[in-house]
């Protein structure tokens, strides 16, 4: 197993290893995960300092709440542009567009689902009144259709 401690304080080491086991470069491309690695690093510290201050907003809310309320607008502003760099521009709206058009798809099966509920009588279906009749006898004609019959 790879040690991420090591591979960012060792590059070089990595990098040899790549190149010694002829690993394509596009597949162990070490010079961008070292970037996102930096990127995601930098968030998360971003993310620990805005909730600190987030803490501190809680304390100064119970002495100065329009204080407390213009700072947090601005946190939340912080916020934001961080998910922005994150998540790209539009990044965040394309999730929750995507996570809305999946509970609508869910919904109308739902829907689809409860409207049909019934419309398969067993008195229309005989066929089935016995399913694992029915079932042998399918397997049956498959048997003889392959020949082990």
């Known amino acids: 197993m790879i040690e991420v401690r090591e591979l960012r304080a060792n ?8 190149r010694m086991r002829r690993v394509d470069p596009k597949k162990a491309d070490l010079d961008r995960w070292l970037a996102l690695d930096g990127q995601l690093r930098d968030a998360r510290q ?3 300092t805005l909730n600190a ?3 501190k907003l809680a304390q100064l809310g119970k002495t100065d709440p329009n204080a407390a309320r213009t700072r947090g607008q601005e946190l939340r502003q912080q916020s934001r ?3 922005e760099r994150l998540a790209g ?3 965040r709206s394309a999730f929750i567009d995507e996570a809305v058009q999946q509970k609508v798809r869910q919904e ?3 829907r689809a689902l409860k409207e049909t509920a019934g ?5 229309d279906h005989p066929e089935f009144a ?8 399918r397997r049956l004609g498959e048997d003889r259709l392959r020949g082990l019959s």
């Open 53 to 55: 201050e987030k803490n």
């Open 81 to 83: 542009e961080i998910e």
């Open 46 to 48: 971003s993310l620990e």
């Open 108 to 110: 109308r099966f739902l």
């Open 11 to 18: 590059p070089e080491r990595m990098r040899e290893a790549i």
């Open 119 to 123: 419309t398969i009588r067993d008195e």
């Open 130 to 137: 016995d399913v694992p009749e029915y079932i042998h006898q």
């Open 89 to 91: 521009k539009r990044g």
